[in-house]
């Protein structure tokens, strides 16, 4: 989370705007910023999801949000971000003619903190963020996607999301790739680096893989 991002909240929140000492002392006097560090920084779902499925927080960069819009550049139509954090990919979506915009998270401090970004950009009630564990939620009807994950869920992710995509979805990864999808397209360096991935190519790689294997 960004500390600007989480001393301004905080600050809203008791009525008045502190620096970065107003929300040390906020946090000593009443316990309340300190938790929303805690519970922002653990793993989301902690008691929810199983070990191997948890992800960490990890606020996205103005970079690897503009380089997501970059691979989802002249789509349109549903847009959901997996495990969506803040909220700044769904806004950003959401800004750039994405609806709806829908991000799942089921951290609920940074769904309040999701909601209160959406009410400062004055978008709140037009971008949606519901607290739902990702796995369990139906993406027949989603035709971009947008994920910022650990590798070791990204295999068993593949999984449901070619079960349950449309042919016509892009699939955007930011940070790692799929380890067993090929990329359309790829841009950026480093830990700005994203990848997006369109499913009717994948399912046809996979038709292709599974004609040519021996008997």
């Known amino acids: 989370m960004d500390p600007d991002d989480l001393a301004e909240l905080a600050g809203e929140l008791q009525g008045k705007t502190v620096g970065g000492w107003g929300l040390v002392q906020l946090a000593a006097g009443t316990g309340f910023a300190a938790y929303v560090?805690?519970?922002?920084?653990?793993?989301?779902?902690?008691?929810?999801?199983?070990?191997?499925?948890?992800?960490?927080?990890?606020?996205?960069?103005?970079?690897?949000?503009?380089?997501?819009?970059?691979?989802?550049?002249?789509?349109?139509?549903?847009?959901?971000?997996?495990?969506s954090g803040d909220g700044r990919i769904v806004l950003e979506a959401y800004k750039r003619g994405f609806s709806p915009a829908v991000g799942y998270e089921l951290n609920p401090w940074l769904l309040r903190l999701s909601n209160?970004?959406?009410?400062?950009?004055?978008?709140?009630?037009?971008?949606?963020?519901?607290?739902?564990?990702?796995?369990?939620?139906?993406?027949s009807d989603c035709y971009n996607v947008s994920v910022f994950l650990a590798p070791s869920v990204l295999p068993q992710l593949a999984t449901k999301l070619l079960a349950e995509l449309p042919d016509e979805a892009r699939v955007v990864s930011g940070r790692v790739p799929f380890p067993t999808w090929m990329p359309t397209t790829i841009v950026g360096e480093g830990l700005n680096r994203s990848w997006a991935y369109d499913i009717k190519t994948i399912r046809q790689t996979g038709r292709n893989k599974l004609e040519r294997s021996p008997e």
Not at 52 to 57: G, T
Not at 117 to 139: H, I, P, S, T
């Open 116 to 139: 209160y970004r959406a009410w400062r950009a004055g978008c709140y009630g037009k971008v949606f963020y519901q607290q739902q564990d990702l796995w369990k939620v139906n993406l």
């Open 37 to 83: 560090v805690w519970a922002a920084v653990l793993m989301p779902g902690f008691r929810r999801v199983p070990l191997r499925l948890q992800v960490p927080y990890v606020p996205s960069s103005a970079k690897q949000v503009e380089n997501v819009m970059s691979l989802l550049k002249g789509r349109s139509g549903k847009m959901v971000d997996l495990g």
